[in-house]
Every structure is written in structure tokens, then in C-alpha cells.
């Protein structure tokens, strides 16, 4: 059984001394400007964590995906999420490193829930404070009834591929052959701890 599979397993003499510990620790903070939203509409964020199958975590199914709550937008056109995100892995390679995919939701008036964009970024690669900027883009119709349905703010264009595989660049032709057009921005702060990093070839810089 590969080291992964065994600690999934929960197997208790799975040695650990010589994995890749990482922790992220940090918030989803704020979004936006949204372009196509309303001031009335409130935006929120599905999220998940992806990572390569030798990325074991430590509790899996929790915090690793999920939703923040529905944010109204300030004078500015930003939406405070301040969602806790605490994601601890193990693993025995370092390919494939964890990434974050977003899903930016609008909630107007009548309850009806739509996309605005999507976006992924690399969770950080060095230990300490660090703040992301995850910038997200929005498909666009490739026909006339879909752009005036999107001028009128009833959402995005439909992705013709799973999100996973197209934020994490697996469909390549497929990415490169959609249109699409640049949104807001998610913004992240996190502190992460490393263990054994130089076991794995991981540099760390000395202040």
C-alpha cells in the first residue's frame, strides 16, 4: 500500500518523521471590484483545496472546501468575507503543490444564486505571513442571447469543463480556446509552517 494510501487509511505506524509537514493557517478577507453586480446583489465564495494525490490531509473533508457567507459590498465595491481557512497536510512529494479555486457567487434580490467568475491561485511556498491575490475572469457567451443575458447581470457564461480540471490547467486546449474577460480580485492573507522542509529540498532564507 503507497505511504498516501495508508495515511488515509488511518494507519497508526505510518512514519512521519521524514514527510513534508505543512500548515496553512489564514482568512479569505475581501473580493471585488465585481464588474456586471448590482449594490443590492451579495456576493459569496465556494472554495476548494487541490492538491496532488500524495497530499494527505490531516483532517480531511474539513475546511478544505466550502463557502463563505453572502457579503454586501462597501462605497468601494469590496466584499468582507473574513473566512478562517486551516489547512494541514501531510506528504511525501512536493509535485503538485496545493492550489485554491474559487467560485464567485452573486445572491440578488429574488433569492437566485449565479456565477461571476472564477480564479485560482498557489498556495504559498515559503513559511511566514504572506498576502495573496487571487485574480479571477468570467467566460463569455459565444453567442448574442448569452452576452445580452450577462449585460443584464443574470451571470456568467457556463464553463463546457469541469472547474478542477480547468483551474488547474489539465485541459489546456480547452482553456485556451475559451473567451473570456477579466473580474475582481480575491484577497488572502496566511501564515505557513513548514516541517522537514529541507529533507524535501526546500530552501529556507535566512533574515
Known amino acids: 500500500m503507497l505511504l498516501a494510501e495508508r495515511l488515509r487509511a488511518g494507519a497508526s505506524r505510518v512514519p512521519t518523521d521524514d514527510l513534508l509537514e505543512i500548515h496553512f493557517i ?23 483545496v487541490v492538491a496532488g494525490s500524495d497530499w494527505v490531509p490531516m483532517c480531511p473533508g474539513e475546511g478544505y472546501s466550502g463557502q463563505t457567507q453572502a457579503a454586501s459590498a462597501d462605497s468601494e465595491g469590496m ?3 473574513n473566512h478562517p481557512l486551516d489547512l494541514h497536510f501531510f506528504t511525501a512529494s512536493i509535485a503538485e503543490w496545493p492550489r485554491l479555486h474559487v467560485q464567485v457567487l452573486k445572491l440578488d434580490r429574488n433569492g437566485r444564486t449565479q456565477t461571476v467568475s472564477y480564479g485560482s491561485v498557489a498556495l504559498p511556498l515559503a513559511p511566514g505571513y504572506q498576502e495573496l491575490h487571487c485574480r479571477t475572469w468570467a467566460p463569455v ?21 469541469p472547474r478542477s480540471a480547468l483551474l488547474d490547467g489539465r ?5 485556451s ?5 477579466t473580474s475582481g480580485a480575491i484577497c488572502l492573507t496566511m501564515d505557513t509552517l513548514l516541517r522537514n522542509a ?5 530552501l529556507m532564507t535566512k533574515t
Open 26 to 48: 489564514g482568512e479569505l478577507e475581501v473580493g471585488g471590484p465585481f464588474p456586471n453586480t448590482a449594490a443590492s446583489e451579495r456576493l459569496a465564495v465556494d472554495y476548494a
Open 198 to 202: 529541507h529533507i524535501h529540498g526546500i
Open 79 to 81: 466584499h468582507v468575507f
Open 141 to 161: 457567451s459565444t453567442t448574442l442571447r448569452g452576452r445580452v443575458s450577462a449585460a443584464y447581470g443574470f451571470g456568467s457564461a457556463h464553463l463546457n469543463a
Open 171 to 175: 485541459l489546456p486546449e480547452v482553456r
Open 177 to 181: 480556446q475559451m473567451i473570456t474577460r
